[in-house]
């Protein structure tokens, strides 16, 4: 079992940056894959970042490649998304979810995540 907890949403201007951290618990957590999502209102939840259980690959949405950085500390079970140069249509609760997940074709499938976080809100302001 995995229990996933996000932090660091909040309100920010068009431009600026903000860092999520996504806290596990469970002795498995680092032979676990890490991907973060987001839905915006009205909206279906969609892929944004992921990282494999041994941290050397990472993958991202097209629509956040060059400005969202996924990273993992596994001795603080903790997986982070750093976001630079926010849009106002980053705005979305972002989730995090975990999961064996293998294959980095895999990563940014929803279903292949059994555990997911309660979210966080990312408000961007132009």
């Known amino acids: 079992q995995v229990q996933l907890v996000e932090s660091g949403g909040g309100l920010v201007q068009a431009g600026g940056p903000l860092r999520l951290s996504c806290a596990a618990s469970?002795?498995?957590?680092?032979?676990?894959?890490v991907g973060w999502f987001r839905q915006a209102p009205g909206k279906e939840r969609e892929f944004v970042a992921a990282?494999?259980?041994?941290?050397?690959?990472?993958y991202y949405a097209d629509s956040v490649k060059g400005r969202f950085t996924i990273s993992r500390d596994n001795a603080k079970n903790t997986v982070y998304l750093q976001m630079n140069s926010l849009k106002p249509e980053d705005t979305a609760v972002y989730y995090c979810?975990?999961?064996?997940?293998?294959?980095?074709?895999?990563?940014?499938?929803?279903?292949?995540?059994?555990?997911w976080g309660q979210g966080t809100q990312v408000t961007v302001s132009s």
């Open positions: 979810a975990a999961d064996q997940v293998y294959g980095l074709e895999f990563l940014p499938k929803q279903h292949k995540y059994d555990y």
């Open positions: 469970g002795r498995t957590f680092s032979r676990h894959a």
């Open positions: 990282i494999n259980w041994n941290v050397g690959s990472t």
